[in-house]
Each structure stands twice: as structure tokens, then as C-alpha cells.
């Protein structure tokens, strides 16, 4: 590696640190959770076939049965993450609402 460039790579704050962490907006937060939900069904109708198609030759489904129960359990997972999302953006959107209001009744 050129002198030059190991200089500067040192220079640099590793990726990540807390001096740079930039919290996502709410409502980023929420496509991004959605989209792993919408993901998450793709994956489990995906093993789902997978699962059927074993049955029919009548071979082994124990593995990808578990994989399956996995795939369902983060889907839980992934689910209760999008519904407490909605429930900040909700709450935060009825506490605006309140705030807008009092301000219009100081005036």
C-alpha cells in the first residue's frame, strides 16, 4: 500500500463512530422495516413451495421445515417492529397536532 495512502487511512474516524452516527428519520425507519416485512413474505412463500416440492418427492423436510419456523419467527419479529414504528409516528403526529393547537389558542 502507498505511504500516502496508509497516511491517510489512518487519518480517518473508523465508520460507525459515535462522533458520526447520524440517527435515521422516523419515517425512514419505517419504508426500511417494511420493506423487510414485504421481503420476509417473499422468503417464506419461497420456502413454503420449497417445503411442498420436497413433500411431493417424498423427501426430507425437517431442515427446511425449521428454516421455515425461523423465517415465521423473524417475521414476528419484523412485524412488531413495524407496528411500534407506526406508533411513534402516530404519537408524534398527535403531540404536533396538540401543539399546533395550543399555539393557535395563545394567539
Do not use: N, W, Y
Not at 418427492?57 to 412488531?80: C, I, N, V, Y
Amino acid at each position: 500500500m502507498d505511504l500516502r495512502l496508509r497516511m491517510a487511512a489512518s487519518e480517518m474516524e473508523p465508520i460507525g463512530s459515535p462522533d458520526r452516527f447520524e440517527p435515521m428519520a422516523l419515517a425512514d425507519d419505517i419504508r426500511m422495516a417494511e420493506r423487510h416485512v414485504l421481503q420476509a413474505e417473499r422468503h417464506i412463500k419461497c420456502q413454503r413451495a420449497r417445503i411442498a416440492a420436497l413433500k411431493r418427492r417424498r423427501l426430507p423436510r425437517g431442515k427446511a421445515t425449521t428454516f421455515l419456523q425461523l423465517l415465521e419467527d423473524a417475521q414476528s419479529m419484523h412485524l412488531q417492529h413495524l407496528s411500534r414504528l407506526l406508533e411513534q409516528a402516530s404519537r408524534e403526529r398527535t403531540e404536533a397536532g396538540l401543539a399546533a393547537a395550543v399555539a393557535l389558542a395563545a394567539l
